[in-house]
């Protein structure tokens, strides 16, 4: 804690959510902000003094969200690839290069601003963690570009050369390619690597061969799994103790008791079940099976192209029919845990004295009106390290 | 319109959709309001001068949506009842009930505050024209107090006495209330009547005669039928010419045929849907059988406590199936069809030289990007009759 930074008092808070398991869930309560850290925690009535303070007047407070899974750095849309599904063609993985195309021709500024237009509006939404992947490079420059620029404008980097062979190449040579030079171009910027383990992008052994490249280079391992079939994907994020797997969409019962005995965190992305109309996670019996989980946005311009988690938290407990609560826990805790930030003083997740001041406010009594009041933008402030975001929307310049 | 207001011209508009069968949607469009109308539409390139200018940068102009069915009158929360539906206890009518007795027990200045609350929140996702509902008071003081309510914060207003037989009365005695006293102390402040013609609340007989008793006092006509079953209340709404019949989830054949020969709107109200749990509304085979659709947000704190007409239109496209000119069209001149407010000079839904300037700004290139991009508040300013509304969201009163 910084002692000479300003104290701010947050008081009046109907509902504080912590996510924390000694501190649970309180009312009539407030929090002091030092710096970038929580300095207090407890109930209104013997809140201390503080340099400023905010009434909340019976407002919701809770932990950022953090958005374990997205593909934040690219340039371009898919809006028309997008109708067409609507209208009735199902998504099939080369779509992506669609987007790769439009990448590769921004340039590094273009891709920047993309990026952190993006994340500006998922902090609006209340998302104060954020991962970014690569892989829509599928090239050595480009793969580092997007490395260097998800390194500048996420929490976390995730390196997925291995997102497709791109047409026209040797898939042998593409996964040298992606394990030698490109995992060694990229590996400065990045925290993770991930493959997507699918009937056309990469099979369970090249998987395998991506994956263990990454881990001799020190990054973490996720896997893009089980999407559209039952890829194999599971069990092989399950047998290298991969941090998540992600998708989940077609399970055996196998895959759910690997799960079940693993380490391994089962990410949910409601919005792209939604948008290529793909069976839904059966969220429901993985959480029964006690699967660790989490939900994550996905955000990406071809399957899921949006920032906003209380979207993919309403939607996992109207659809998939998780708990609030556990749905809840998915976006905060859970996706801590599947980026590998649930352990220590820099831990996420949780709002806990000592920890970091990342918190939303809602302009709601309850965290129950998140999945109650769908479409309705809940947040109305978000502080990522004790600092308030607010988005370019709060005041857009009209008139 | 009004010589002497001063003028404002909209440019720069990326995409331009009208809704107007002639006008269609074009590009590089701009357009001009004078006082409460939209005085030009044309190409950026030959706009006229004005007395103000605004550059949207390409972005997306389309009309305001006409949210023609809520319950926008209220007091209370149900948030514990949904929880409990969320865990698995299926919608039943009596929920109305915990409505009713908070709404009995609010003064008529709590009950506007809250829906003039939930008409700036719909202004700020881009509704411009609303209907509500009475139906929470059930007795005939209160019933008048919510039409007068709802005559003040909404454009129309509806009588819906007869939503359930408030427990303990008699029905014969409280159908003669409602017929009698409660709709000739409400018909000075209302346009439509109402009834919710299903099992658990009213049969068709009795909802035949609350129908004819408000079309004897005047009023148009619209229906609550066959959302928890095949009720019989769409034949009845086609039998007596109504407006529309609303939520439709549960359709024979018959029901498709007989409102594919009417004039009778069948309204979705995918919120509801959601929440409920119920079967989704069939709006693809309705649709494909030419019969004329709304889409509404049914904004209640039972069923669908959501203001947002942009989640309801994705949530129409991404799982009713509706093509996206389907279900713009049903948000906005649909709308405006099941409320009669589809023609002459003041009509509703399109944008067209001499009509209100009622129309919203979305900061996206394009109307896609409604069910591209779920759950991200697109809609960044909306003009009501030439006034520009921004949400109390856009400027919260923090630090």
Redesign the interface.
Known sequence: MDDTAPS?LITGIGELTTQDPELGTSHAAALVIEGDRIAWIGPASSAPAAD?S?DVHGRAVLPGWVDSHTHLVFAG?R??E??ER??GRPYAAGGIMTTVAATRAASEAELRAGARRLRA?AAA?GTTTIEAKTGYGLDVETEARLARVGAEVADVVTFLGAHLVPPGLDRREYLDLVTGPMLAAVAPHVHFVDVFCEAGAFDVDESREVLLAGRAAGLALTVHGNQLGESGGVRLAVELGAASVDHVNHLSAADVDALAGSGTVATILP?AD??T?EALAPARLLADAGVALAIASNCNPGTS????M???V?TA???H?L??EEALAAATTGGARALGLDRGPDAVGTLRVGGPADLQ?L?A??V??I???????LT??TWRRGV?ERSP????P??
């Open positions: 701010r400023a905010l849309d809006s028309a997008f109708a609507m209208a509006e939404g919005g939604l948008s109309r192209y949006t920032t906003s209380q979207f993919c309403a407990v109207l659809q029919r708990s609030l406010l302009d009594p309850s129950a009106h999945p109650y009041r769908p479409g309705v933008p109305i402030a308030l929307r709060l005041a857009p009209l008139e």
